[in-house]
T-cell receptor
Framework: AQSVTQPDIHITVSEGASLELRCNYSYGATPYLFWYVQSPGQGLQLLLKYFSGDTLVQGIKGFEAEFKRSQSSFNLRKPSVHWSDAAEYFCAVGARDNYGQNFVFGPGTRLSVLP | NAGVMQNPRHLVRRRGQEARLRCSPMKGHSHVYWYRQLPEEGLKFMVYLQKENIIDESGMPKERFSAEFPKEGPSILRIQQVVRGDSAAYFC?????????????FGPGTRLTVT
């Protein structure tokens, strides 16, 4: 079964600074990887996803993530954080026939942005 | 194309009452998923449904919880005789056919509070 860890529960950065959120997964086959963002009181919005091909994927809102198979990681990055990026970020791992318990979320990383 | 709709957004129930949560998937989506998010935790899969069929309910508690997705109308997650531990945010997601569940679009969630 898949599992996802996000080592950082809470991260604080200053506006304009760069950001990297860590995600490590455990899965026996080629994973399908996702990053979602959840603003307070809101649902989850898909930022980006990786299925295959180029290991550096671009997403919405200026985010990107890099799949590193050797490290079982899929870290999310942004070169310059905006105050509106303050939210909860979830990494998720799925499989080819992804449904149900095959779609596993990490515990989340809460991002705070200082003015 | 409207997104995934959930209602109510907030629901307060006393212990022992019933809670009914509704989810209308995006137009053209025939797959519905329910997740539960406890405070400070990621989302946990509960059940996966297609029209008139429960495909996977392995994440749903055996007692008091049930789900349906009728031919007409929204998907319903029903919790009977609610207890304090049921207090959580419940999210619904939908996906179009043929995507293997890898394109899940989330609703805004229903926040259930049991007093």
């Amino acid at each position: 079964a898949q599992s996802v860890t996000q080592p950082d529960i809470h991260i604080t950065v200053s506006e304009g600074a760069s950001l990297e959120l860590r995600c490590n997964y455990s899965y026996g086959a080629t994973p399908y990887l996702f990053w979602y963002v959840q603003s307070p009181g809101q649902g989850l919005q898909l930022l980006l996803k990786y299925f295959s091909g180029d290991t550096l994927v671009q997403g919405i809102k200026g985010f990107e993530a890099e799949f590193k198979r050797s490290q079982s990681s899929f870290n999310l990055r942004k070169p310059s954080v905006h105050w509106s990026d303050a939210a909860e970020y979830f990494c998720a791992v799925g499989a080819r026939d992804n449904y149900g318990q095959n779609f596993v979320f990490g515990p989340g990383t809460r991002l705070s942005v200082l003015p | 194309n409207a997104g995934v709709m959930q209602n109510p957004r907030h629901l307060v129930r006393r212990r022992g009452q019933e809670a009914r949560l509704r989810c209308s998937p995006m137009k053209g989506h025939s797959h519905v998923y329910w997740y539960r998010q406890l405070p400070e935790e990621g989302l946990k899969f509960m059940v996966y449904l297609q029209k008139e069929n429960i495909i996977d309910e392995s994440g749903m508690p055996k007692e008091r919880f049930s789900a349906e997705f009728p031919k007409e109308g929204p998907s319903i997650l029903r919790i009977q005789q609610v207890v304090r531990g049921d207090s959580a945010a419940y999210f619904c997601a939908s996906s179009p056919p043929g995507t293997g569940g890898n394109e899940q679009y989330f609703g805004p969630g229903t926040r259930l509070t049991v007093t």
